[in-house]
């Protein structure tokens, strides 16, 4: 059964243009996510999907795979499903491209479990670890059932407490790391547009949850922190020196 590692890389952005090529520690961030992915799958298995030719001549120097998408995809899942309808394969996991500590063994483990789940979406999680976290808009939050069903994801800090008093809840956090099959994407893409809360609270993985698709979190290594502003470039960048990267 093959895997492959699919990674949306979108030159523009509203909060951080080029944020793909962004350097950290001297090296492209897309680069960074291409390397850990191919530690889990291979190199032969690591796709990038963008619509820029920037980012294409960077990811090919650097020997990985490329698909040239539309850029008229509504989100990055879009934009997968449409480098997937070009890629062979039984598993495909959208891995986003502004995740460049990811840990390799849980994209091992996603795939694993979308192995023994293969008719649900799966989806990884972690813990919060402070406050501040749970409130950053930034950082959508994930609910889940006892058996690990995802029941909302929101930009909000979620559980809420009727008294207000938010430092007793274990929060938890989305980490960007799914799997799909072929399937599950090109009925995401079928949908023809965002659903009404993917569009409200900008999370794409509600599109699956409002048409009733099942969705499985699996817990991830803590620690994996993603770029969405150029404010986050120093703390990835000691993050990576902490994991002994470079």
Same mark, same amino acid.
């Given at each position: 059964?093959?895997?492959?590692?699919?990674?949306?890389?979108?030159?523009?952005?509203?909060?951080?243009?080029?944020?793909?090529? @962004?350097?950290?520690?001297?090296?492209?961030?897309?680069?960074?996510?291409? +390397?850990?992915?191919?530690?889990?799958?291979?190199?032969?298995?690591?796709?990038?999907?963008?619509?820029?030719?920037?980012? %294409?001549?960077?990811?090919?120097?650097?020997?990985?795979?490329? @698909?040239?998408?539309?850029?008229?995809?509504?989100?990055?899942?879009?934009? @997968?499903?449409?480098?997937?309808?070009?890629?062979?394969?039984?598993?495909?996991?959208?891995?986003?491209?502004?995740?460049?500590?990811?840990?390799?063994?849980?994209?091992?483990?996603?795939?694993?479990?979308?192995?023994?789940?293969?008719?649900?979406?799966?989806?990884?999680?972690?813990?919060?670890?402070?406050?501040?976290?749970?409130?950053?808009?930034?950082?959508?939050?994930?609910?889940?059932?006892?058996?690990?069903?995802?029941?909302?994801?929101?930009? +909000?800090?979620?559980?809420? %407490?009727?008294?207000?008093?938010?430092?007793?809840?274990?929060?938890?956090?989305?980490?960007?790391?799914?799997?799909?099959?072929?399937?599950?994407?090109?009925?995401?893409?079928?949908?023809?547009?965002? %659903?009404?809360?993917?569009?409200?609270?900008?999370?794409?993985?509600?599109?699956?949850?409002?048409?009733?698709?099942?969705?499985?979190?699996?817990?991830?290594?803590?620690?994996?922190?993603?770029?969405?502003?150029?404010?986050?470039?120093?703390?990835?960048?000691?993050?990576?020196?902490?994991?002994?990267?470079?």
């Amino acid at each position: 059964m093959r895997s492959v590692v699919i990674i949306p890389a979108r030159y523009e952005s509203s909060r951080f243009p080029g944020k793909p090529l @962004v350097k950290l520690l001297g090296k492209p961030m897309i680069i960074w996510v291409a +390397e850990l992915s191919a530690l889990a799958v291979g190199q032969d298995n690591v796709y990038v999907a963008t619509d820029d030719e920037r980012i %294409s001549k960077i990811v090919t120097k650097a020997g990985f795979n490329i @698909v040239m998408t539309s850029n008229e995809c509504l989100t990055g899942t879009d934009r @997968v499903a449409e480098a997937a309808s070009k890629i062979k394969s039984d598993i495909y996991v959208n891995v986003q491209g502004d995740e460049p500590t990811i840990n390799p063994k849980d994209i091992s483990n996603i795939i694993k479990a979308k192995k023994l789940h293969f008719d649900e979406v799966i989806n990884g999680y972690c813990a919060i670890s402070n406050q501040k976290e749970a409130c950053d808009i930034n950082i959508p939050k994930v609910i889940f059932t006892e058996d690990k069903r995802m029941v909302y994801m929101s930009r +909000e800090a979620i559980p809420g %407490s009727k008294d207000g008093e938010k430092s007793s809840i274990n929060y938890y956090k989305q980490v960007c790391i799914y799997a799909f099959t072929l399937d599950e994407l090109n009925d995401y893409v079928g949908y023809g547009h965002k %659903s009404a809360l993917e569009r409200i609270e900008d999370i794409e993985i509600l599109r699956f949850l409002e048409w009733g698709k099942k969705i499985r979190m699996v817990k991830t290594e803590p620690g994996s922190l993603a770029i969405d502003t150029p404010g986050d470039v120093a703390k990835v960048e000691k993050r990576l020196k902490d994991l002994h990267y470079v």
